[in-house]
């Protein structure tokens, strides 16, 4: 054996030389294994450790892991006991010498045996450790022996049946009391002698407590005086005390409730108490993980017990927020750290919610000082020079930048404050706004030459940052402004009308071209009017019985057109023309001024919004969707008899007449030479009346009508420009096209033209029987699976449309046929095809079963064909397709008894196999309890539960398990298991007992 091991030293060393080539390490791989596969591995193994090169005892412990493992139990108790012998004297003999990461995987493998045998075949496991632990020179080997036996018995990976592993977490937890006291005891030792400190000693027995604070009991279990020893390790420095606080943080996770619970609440809030006082006098001691972890310990306190010590006697609660506030706004913070901070102030502010009559004027002080601290902090007036050193630049990984991160952070706690003291935020916000009046209305002075200099300058930045920072604010406040309208009317209304102010000036005095500042500016203020518009909305039901007032409601509304219809201009970036065009249709979606039609004001905006010239698609249908939605959107509050619907029919005929028109122009220049850009000019079209017709597909059928009337005259031109431009091949018209007539089929289907309706599903009948419908639906020669998603959408709008009927009998046929033919073409790539395909398969065995039974022969089920796609599209790693075929098959019994139909019942072993399968993949994302859920409903079904324990189970475990006493002890879990709570739980512990059993 001596030449062996030295060959293989060879072969190790050439094994790991990065500059071996791939070709010779693979066969060096496969001599390796073949090596741990022989039978005498285990002897070679055991000889192998007595050697001293690191590469060599790795592959010896790599061997006896194999062991360790499922061939265990195969041993003789003589060979058992000379390896755990044998590993237990090289641990303790040997850790010294060799590398760590070959001692602790020895110590692995100790754990490993343990979980196989301790403590009924392994007694003297505990007596062992205890000895490990009591003799100073092997105290570390004994914790990470305990630390690496908690780490084996708990973890949820599949390396234990479950019904051991609950007899191991039993017979440890029964070792707890000593172990814990022991490690007490080092603690306590460890902070008591300052002179010759063990650190790397104490850092693993804190991360060894930390691993079993995760589990055990701590009612029972943990005591008080250990709970001291880890508060005493906070205050040293460095990866004892961060260990420390993770320790305190997981207990206080878990709400730990001793008996002496006000000793325990005094004792934590004493040291977080002190530790505030030194953290906020000497921050620069302590290094980030330290400070993040005493950020959570203070949110954790504050959580679950300041509501309980608040009333202690002697509880000095207003010096303890008074040093939590200085720690929240320590100048030194990172972004990162000031935002979790303030997430403890939230907190805070859920805490005075929960009784505002006596804690708000109890804390108003605190309140007040938050406020003005967040003010200043977040105001170029009174905090410039730092903010400037905020990165505004570069974004992380949610789109922000650190300046916006940090903007947004105070600005939402503003306005969870605004929820309890709204009043506190208005009275310093009102000053700060006119403070900034005169010097935001002056800006223009300034040349556009000196400009540029100019945006380096902090009166420059200071003036346009606050003016948004403070309109936020506002913003922010919004319910409340909303709930007290009458009394915060003046206000609000004021707030309303500098917004509009500020877009009045910037446009007039053209600030949009002098600096990217403006157009930020112009961003935000179309923001904050967005979301006033439910203010609005607010003001105008209050307005209705006073014409006074109503008259101040059209001048904001009249207003808001006005100067959002100057910004829908070419010369304007498009970003901004965007927000403005969605701020007019939440206007007009949002408020629906009844008494807006037959104005002066709005005849001149659509003749504007008719009249803007080569302005961006997206747009374009924003505007368009915006004044339909006014002419066609009910008012609020206005019985449907009241509407005007004369006046708003006659109003939206007017404004749609020239562009329905157009459309027909542009249909009838098309020829040769201009078809593509006809083809262009059309698509707009088309996606415009698209999104006029979804934005009403809730509406009442008053609505629809009015709408058909206008639009009615293109539905038809459907037929003549998809036979066109499939002809030509014009795959994005063609799916524009398919898109319109989805959307007419969707909502206007009632009140369109039978006939017309007919004649558009002909033409889609037809090209689907035709050769590029063949093309379509052959993933080879498919280039556009967008279209085939929209073919499907609407086969499966009519085949679940009960008004239908007479169409559907002609289609059903095409349509079963196109299914059976798109099954085994569906490529890896196809998911939102396979998507559509499974919402339309759904669709057919939920509405059309009858007819489909009719239609299959007693050797061709179609259903149990569609059941088998389903089966088939069921992917791992399509997550929401997976979920939808689960949900369609529990509704599909639910409302036909599907899972005892003979189309299903020949397919159930199957169906229960892959879903079985899928909880036995521990790393699929598909919901645990969906699987459950449907595995339980398709055994709960008429003569399931019979067949599943006696047919289907014993042949499942039959497959995957060799032992015939593993086998039992499967089926027992199972055994007369039919209430859903108990079978959830029993058939998880089932597939990891199977999947352990299976390895075996």
Not at 752 to 766: N, P
Not at 829 to 840: H, K, V
Request: proline content about 4%.
């Amino acid at each position: 054996m001596e030449q062996a091991a030295k060959e293989l030293e060879v072969i190790l060393q050439q094994f790991f030389d990065p500059n071996t080539p791939n070709g010779t390490k693979k066969q060096l791989e496969q001599y390796l294994d073949s090596i741990k596969a022989n039978p005498e591995s285990l002897q070679r193994a055991k000889f192998l450790l007595t050697n001293t090169n690191d590469q060599v005892l790795w592959f010896a412990t790599s061997i006896l892991e194999s062991w360790t493992g499922t061939k265990w139990n195969t041993l003789p108790a003589t060979e058992t006991q000379s390896l755990k012998t044998l590993l237990f004297d090289f641990l303790v003999a040997r850790s010294g010498m060799v590398a760590p990461f070959i001692w602790k995987k020895v110590a692995k493998l100790l754990a490993e045996i343990a979980a196989n045998e301790w403590p009924q075949a392994w007694p003297e496991l505990f007596p062992l450790i205890e000895k490990l632990l009591m003799n100073p020179g092997t105290t570390f080997l004994g914790v990470y022996l305990l630390t690496t036996i908690s780490e084996e018995f708990i973890s949820s990976r599949r390396n234990i049946p479950s019904q051991r592993k609950e007899e191991l977490k039993t017979h440890l937890l029964a070792q707890m009391s000593p172990i814990l006291n022991i490690l007490n005891n080092f603690l306590r030792s460890f902070v008591n002698n300052t002179t010759t400190r063990d650190t790397k000693l104490a850092t693993l027995i804190l991360e060894c407590v930390l691993q079993y604070l995760a589990w055990i009991p701590l009612n029972s279990m943990f005591s008080m005086p250990l709970l001291e020893s880890i508060l005493d390790c906070i205050t040293i420095q460095g990866e004892i005390g961060t260990l420390a606080l993770t320790c305190v943080n997981e207990i206080l996770s878990r709400n730990f409730v001793p008996k002496d619970f006000s000793e325990f609440l005094i004792l934590i809030f004493q040291r977080i108490y002190n530790l505030l006082q030194v953290v906020t006098e000497n921050p620069d001691d302590f290094d980030d993980s330290f400070l993040q972890k005493f950020t959570d310990f203070t949110s954790l306190f504050v959580q679950n017990h300041l509501g309980r010590v608040e009333n202690l006697p002697n509880f000095p609660t207003l010096q303890f927020l008074s040093l939590l506030f200085k720690y929240s706004f320590s100048a030194d913070f990172s972004t990162d750290n000031f935002a979790y901070c303030m997430g403890i102030w939230e907190t805070f502010l859920e805490y005075l919610d929960a009784d505002p009559e006596t804690r708000i004027p109890k804390f108003s002080l605190v309140l007040q000082s938050l406020i003005t601290t967040l003010f200043d902090r977040s105001l170029f007036s009174t905090n410039g020079s730092k903010l400037v050193q905020l990165d505004d630049v570069d974004k992380d990984e949610d789109g922000e930048t650190e300046m916006q991160t940090f903007f947004r952070v105070c600005i939402n706690l503003l306005s969870e404050i605004g929820d309890v003291a709204p009043q506190s935020i208005i009275e310093l916000a009102v000053p700060r706004l006119e403070a900034l009046k005169q010097p935001l209305f002056s800006l223009h002075e300034y040349s556009q030459s000196s400009l540029v200099s100019l945006s380096d300058s902090r009166r420059f930045v200071a003036t346009v940052y606050d003016t948004k920072t403070i309109l936020r604010i506002f913003g922010g406040l919004r319910p409340y402004l909303i709930s007290n309208f009458e009394s915060t009317f003046n206000l609000t209304e004021q707030i309303f009308k500098l917004n509009l102010d500020i877009l009045q000036y910037v446009y007039q005095r053209q600030l949009l071209f002098m600096a990217p500042l403006f157009a930020d500016l112009e961003l935000e203020i179309l923001s904050i009017l967005h979301g006033f518009m439910s203010w609005l909305s607010a003001f105008e039901s209050h307005s209705r019985s006073q014409p006074a007032v109503f008259d101040r409601f059209m001048e904001l509304v009249f207003r808001t057109m006005e100067e959002v219809v100057k910004l829908i201009d070419v010369k304007i970036p498009e970003s901004i023309q965007l927000v403005a065009s969605s701020l007019l249709k939440s206007l007009f979606s949002t408020v629906r001024p009844l008494r807006i039609f037959g104005t002066q004001q709005l005849l001149v905006t659509m003749e504007k919004i008719q009249r803007i010239p080569e302005i961006s698609l997206n747009v374009q249908v924003q505007l368009y969707t915006a004044v339909t939605g006014l002419f066609l959107l009910p008012s609020h509050n206005v019985p449907m008899n009241e509407q005007l619907w004369e006046p708003r029919e006659l109003a939206l005929s007017q404004f749609l007449a020239p562009f329905v028109q157009n459309i027909f122009e542009l249909c009838n220049t098309i020829n040769s030479q201009n078809s593509a850009e006809v083809a262009n000019r059309l698509q707009g079209k088309f996606r415009i009346l698209k999104n006029i017709i979804w934005d009403i597909q809730t509406e009442p059928k008053s609505v629809k009508v009015i709408l058909e009337k206008s639009i009615h005259q293109t539905i038809p031109l459907f037929v003549n420009l998809f036979k066109m431009y499939s002809y030509q091949d014009n795959e994005e018209m063609m799916f524009t096209l398919l898109d319109f007539f989805y959307a007419v089929l969707k909502t206007l289907k009632s009140q369109v033209d039978i006939e017309i309706i007919s004649t558009c599903l002909g033409t889609i009948f037809t090209f689907l029987e035709g050769e590029q419908g063949s093309l379509l639906l052959n993933p080879r020669t498919r280039r556009h699976p967008e279209i085939l998603c929209r073919f499907l959408d609407i086969l499966t709008f009519l085949v679940d449309d009960p008004t239908t009927s007479d169409l559907d009998k002609r289609y059903l046929n095409f349509i079963l046929k196109l299914c059976l033919d798109l099954f085994p073409n569906l490529s890896q790539d196809d998911t939102r095809i396979r998507e559509s395909l499974l919402s339309l398969c759904y669709k057919l065995l939920l509405n059309k079963s009858a007819l489909i039974s009719e239609i299959s022969s007693s050797t061709d089920d179609i259903s149990t064909k569609i059941l088998q796609f389903f089966g088939s599209a069921f992917n791992l790693e399509e997550i929401e397709n997976a979920i939808f075929i689960l949900e369609s098959l529990r509704n599909l019994e639910e409302k036909s008894n599907i899972f005892s139909k003979r189309s299903f019942f020949i397919l159930r072993s199957n169906f229960l196999t892959l879903f079985l399968r899928t909880l036995l993949d521990k790393g699929s994302a598909i919901p645990q309890d969906e699987v459950i859920s449907t595995i339980f409903a398709i055994i709960s079904s008429a003569m399931n539960w019979d067949y599943f324990e006696n047919e289907f189970l014993p042949a499942f475990v039959n497959e995957g398990v060799r032992d015939p006493q593993d086998r039992m002890s499967l089926l027992l879990k199972l055994k007369n298991v039919k209430d859903f709570p108990t079978f959830s739980t029993r058939i998880v512990e089932f597939m990891d007992d199977f999947a352990y059993f299976h390895t075996k």
